[in-house]
């Protein structure tokens, strides 16, 4: 058992090095080439819509290292198995680890943005691989050989040695570069041409554990298809509109920032986004009008998609009417008075008021094609997701939490609400144990397609306690209790959960 134990320590040893080092070369290159971030990215594409939703509800933010350390736990045990080989025929070890990598290959050869160069990782990966894999076996023979058991078992220990500090030396200088290079660039902004008041102040001193009234930068959800984080640079970025236009046109970073400059307060959420769910977030936006970039190149009379493409061939399509109907979409530079974070979309992404982030949120925009859903089908499209998928009303309780113990008398019930596309939040109810819906108090507004803030003064006694929020707009109407998940469309239903009372 112990020699089993030692020949797989062969295989995973000689797989870290292999990404080790092809991890540092990626960093170099392009972050989304790295062996196990292609295969992840690829297990993502072809993962059920319903199990894609099911790990975002059950692991939120951790989706995507959870992924990761999954992909790499396969690996690492396909890795075992091809030390394990290597013990009875050195081709059969090696030729498992090429398969690996081949499976590996066969991802990046079939990522959307797909250049030569991206398969020179998964090559240094094999050819490393292979190599210390051999070092291995062959430190493991000279050992068996050699009449003194000391010597013999030193030279194995030094190849181990000599590897594993390989690959923590590739991995960690990986891991930094691609810091580096993700770095933010020092972007001068210009001012908006139409300013808006500062933000009044929020209810979150007020109501111990209720969301910010602004979501800062580093706190901001993120969901979208990337592993990694991509590095592209506002130096030699450009914007296209083309496909159903008067002419095609292409403007630079600096051409863009030359536009008119708008700030809008604006609530964005996710389809992915659960009843009382995490991903939803309110920031200060500074953007050229997408109306104003659109007639750069002026509009035909077909097209009734914006299909909006990434630098890396990802793509979201957005209904022309709904894009171009008077809301305030924004082809966006700023992000809460700063450029945008690269998580976020640097240098531009789009921003579209009242409907959900898939058919309005492309980062890293380098493409806008006005075309026909009949003619063109966009990444989410492809997947059965609504075309038309303007965000639902609905109401947040964020304090207290579920299933938390509170001191019995006064508690405040605090959360958030939003409303884009109704008229804004008119109100907000509370309802205890199924009883009546009463309303809560309001925190200041800054727009109907910002969220407000809202907090109850909620009487407790001992037991156990059912409350729930609703939501009421500005057109009268009232948030659906209708349960609804995200997919297609997005989640409905009232936010309701147990609290305990000591």
């Not at 009487?459 to 409350?467: F, K, L, P």
């Amino acid at each position: 058992m112990r020699t089993q134990l030692r020949w797989a320590g062969y295989g995973v040893l000689a797989t870290l090095v292999g990404v080790g080092l092809a991890h540092l070369v990626a960093a170099a290159l392009d972050p989304a080439s790295s062996p196990v971030l292609a295969v992840g990215s690829a297990v993502i594409d072809l993962t059920p819509t319903p199990v894609k939703e099911w790990a975002i509800a059950t692991f939120g933010t951790a989706d995507k290292p959870i992924l990761i350390g999954s992909v790499m736990a396969g690996v690492l045990l396909v890795s075992a198995v091809a030390g394990i080989l290597a013990r009875r025929r050195f081709a059969l070890g090696a030729g498992l680890l090429l398969v690996e990598i081949g499976i590996a290959s066969l991802a990046v050869v079939t990522n959307s943005g797909f250049v030569v160069l991206d398969l020179v990782p998964t090559v240094v990966a094999a050819i490393v691989g292979v190599a210390a894999l051999a070092w291995l076996v062959r430190a493991h023979q000279q050992a068996e050989a050699d009449q003194s058991e000391q010597g013999g078992r030193r030279g194995v220990l030094l190849a181990m040695g000599a590897l594993g500090a390989t690959a923590a030396v590739g991995g960690g200088v990986g891991e930094w570069l691609g810091r580096f290079r993700r770095a933010p660039e020092n972007i001068a902004l210009p001012d908006p041409v139409e300013t808006i008041k500062s933000l009044p102040r929020g209810l979150e001193r007020m109501v111990q554990g209720i969301t910010p009234f602004r979501t800062a930068n580093k706190d901001f959800y993120r969901v979208d298809t990337r592993l990694d984080t991509p590095v592209v640079d506002s130096v030699g970025w450009t914007l296209t509109i083309d496909g159903d236009v008067d002419q095609e046109v292409t403007i630079t970073f600096d051409e863009l920032l030359e536009m008119p400059m708008i700030e809008r307060d604006i609530t964005m959420t996710c389809v992915s986004n659960s009843v009382g769910g995490e991903f939803v977030g309110a920031a200060r936006w500074l953007g050229v009008r997408l109306t104003d970039v659109l007639e750069l190149a002026g509009v035909g009379d077909r097209a009734d998609q914006i299909l909006s493409t990434d630098f890396d061939g990802m793509t979201i399509s957005t209904p022309l009417e709904m894009a171009t109907d008077g809301r305030d979409a924004m082809i966006v530079v700023g992000m809460n008075g700063e450029q945008l974070p690269r998580a976020h979309g640097f240098p531009v992404r789009m921003v579209i008021p009242g409907l959900y982030g898939f058919i309005s949120a492309t980062k890293w925009l380098t493409r806008l094609t006005l075309t026909t859903y009949a003619d063109t089908e966009a990444y989410w499209t492809e997947r059965d997701w609504a075309i038309d998928a303007p965000i639902k009303p609905s109401a947040r309780i964020d304090t207290p939490k579920a299933l938390s113990n509170v001191d019995a008398g006064e508690v405040l019930v605090g959360g958030v609400a939003w409303a884009q596309n109704d008229g804004g939040v008119d109100k907000v109810q509370v309802r205890v144990d199924g009883g009546e819906w009463q309303d809560a108090e309001l925190g200041p507004t800054a727009g109907e397609i910002y969220w407000r803030q809202w907090f109850f003064r909620w009487e407790a006694d001992s037991g156990s306690h059912r409350i729930a929020a609703r939501t009421l707009t500005g057109d009268g109407a009232t948030q659906t209790a209708e349960r609804a998940e995200p997919f297609p469309s997005g989640s409905s239903g009232i936010h309701e959960f147990i609290v305990n009372v000591a």
